[in-house]
């Protein structure tokens, strides 16, 4: 009998502090900031969602066009955008051209590429814009 009444009493106040973490630390963050947070996180999933869906199953070509995306388009224009003398071509009138296929950008992108000589992508990098340039060939046709 004082056994059990022990453990009881005990695991009372065991239990309410637990219960109460959480909402105390959510009453410590204020509202705003809560919701603030809740909106970025539901934006950032409905501005990805468009963009991604082709891609989706395909982890290689979504991390090819982020490559393509930090080290590429410095120079060549985005598709449908005016091609001025200093920029390079689009890479949907690349994988248009007669003869690129896998194993000719797979080459390309073994040599220096000129005028962007100093660029060195690492292998899985020039593998992954392959699959994207292949995939961009794929939507074009
Ligand atoms: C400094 C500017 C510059 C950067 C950066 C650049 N390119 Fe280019 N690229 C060009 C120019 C200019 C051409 C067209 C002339 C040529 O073929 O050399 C071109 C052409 C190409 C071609 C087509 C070649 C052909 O004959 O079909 C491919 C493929 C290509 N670039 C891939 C890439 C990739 C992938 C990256 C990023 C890793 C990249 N480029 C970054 C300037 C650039």
Known sequence: MTLFTD?????????????LLPETALAAMPTRAVTQVSTLLLTATIALLPATPALADKPAVARGEKVVEEWCRDCHVREGQKLTPDMAPPYSVIVAIDGRDRAWFEAFLK??????????????????VVEWLMDLQRREK
Do not use: G
């Open 111 to 128: 040599a220096d590429h000129f005028p962007m000589t100093t660029f060195r992508l690492f292998d899985h990098e020039k593998a992954d």
């Open 7 to 19: 453990s009881t009493s005990q695991a009372t106040p065991m239990l309410t502090i637990l219960e």
